[in-house]
């Protein structure tokens, strides 16, 4: 059974007879007989009733054609979703982040990235970066953001960027008249810290010992966007990333920012799965990420210093 088989059929019963048939597919109506015959002999089924130059479908032919008008309409939604696939991709994403860069620039990113696409579908984790190593790394996810101190085997890795330590704090904390924060100064505060496994905190736990502070430390977290809120309630001053800082747009009233020095960077790179194909919807949230990354940078950097792609 072929496919000039099924369209001579489908032009039959569309027409109501092998003439009409003929004149719609553009061939002669001794063509349309042969086509009909040679379909009930192949199917095994008699489709029409014949009288004359009249042809009658049995139920057999009624049940016949609306399978064929079934998979004719799938294959016209085949087509759309090639046509879907061609100007956009696969139509959904899976992104994985750091705290650091998932609670406030990463969701920001996202938003615009929907405003354009909003027939994509996002599944959007934030886990810790040993986390967001391994949904990527075995190709669970398409694209990951994480902290540099990660296994980078088995993976396309790129820095993505690179922002300053700062010291976060309410605005009527005794260190907020400071233009800079030392580690001298940090001498018996009340210090919100970040994991000890991170590599910022151990570059800041090594600044405080050559400096011979002993702050007490209060709270510790994974997450520099904890650090903050915790400071903005008070508890204490705190070591975060800037980029974070910046991204939340804190209130002023609230919460308070200074670099300390010596500067502190974080790190943070694009991972994404080896060995396979780039979609069009990767590559366009690539770029995106890339261009807001940008202008987080060059705000970082006017504010805090010490700001820089890569």
């Not at 061939?27 to 095994?44: C, F, G, H, Y």
């Not at 085949?78 to 406030?104: E, K, P």
């Not at 510790?220 to 508890?235: D, I, K, M, R, S």
Request: proline share 5%.
């Amino acid at each position: 059974m072929n496919l000039t088989l099924i369209e001579a059929f489908n032009a039959v019963m569309k027409t109501g007879s092998t003439t009409g048939a003929a004149a719609l597919l553009g061939v002669s109506q001794p063509a349309i007989s042969r086509s009909l015959k040679r379909l009930e002999d192949t199917t095994k089924l008699k489709l029409f009733e014949r009288s004359g130059p009249r042809l009658s479908p049995t139920p057999e032919a009624q049940v016949l054609h609306q399978e064929i008008l079934d998979t004719y309409v799938g294959l016209d939604r085949l087509r759309q979703t090639v046509v879907r696939i061609r100007s956009a991709g696969t139509g959904a994403l899976r992104v994985a982040s750091s705290a650091a860069l998932g609670l406030t620039f990463v969701p920001a990113v996202l938003k615009q990235f929907l405003a354009k696409r909003p027939q994509v579908s996002v599944t959007f984790e934030i886990a810790n970066s040993a986390t967001v190593r391994n949904l990527v790394a075995s190709g669970t996810y398409d694209i990951g953001l994480c902290a540099d101190e990660i296994d980078a085997s088995n993976l396309l890795v790129q820095p993505f960027v690179v922002t300053r330590g700062i010291c976060v704090m309410r605005p009527d904390h005794t260190l907020a008249s400071r233009d800079m924060i030392t580690p001298d100064l940090l001498h018996g505060e009340r210090i919100i810290s970040l994991a000890p496994d991170d590599t910022a905190r151990k570059r800041f736990d090594e600044a405080l010992s050559v400096a011979g502070a002993r702050p007490h430390i209060a709270v510790e977290t994974q997450f520099a966007a904890t650090v903050c809120e915790l400071a903005a309630q008070g508890v204490g001053l705190g070591l975060t990333n800037s980029l974070t800082y910046v991204s939340g747009h804190y209130d002023a009233a609230r919460i308070v920012a200074r670099p300390f020095a010596p500067a502190i960077p974080f790190r943070s790179l694009m991972i994404l799965p080896p060995h396979r194909a780039r979609s069009r919807l990767v590559d366009e949230l690539v770029d995106l990420l890339g261009r807001e990354r940008d202008i987080m940078v060059k705000t970082c950097a006017e504010r805090f210093g010490l700001a820089e792609i890569g």
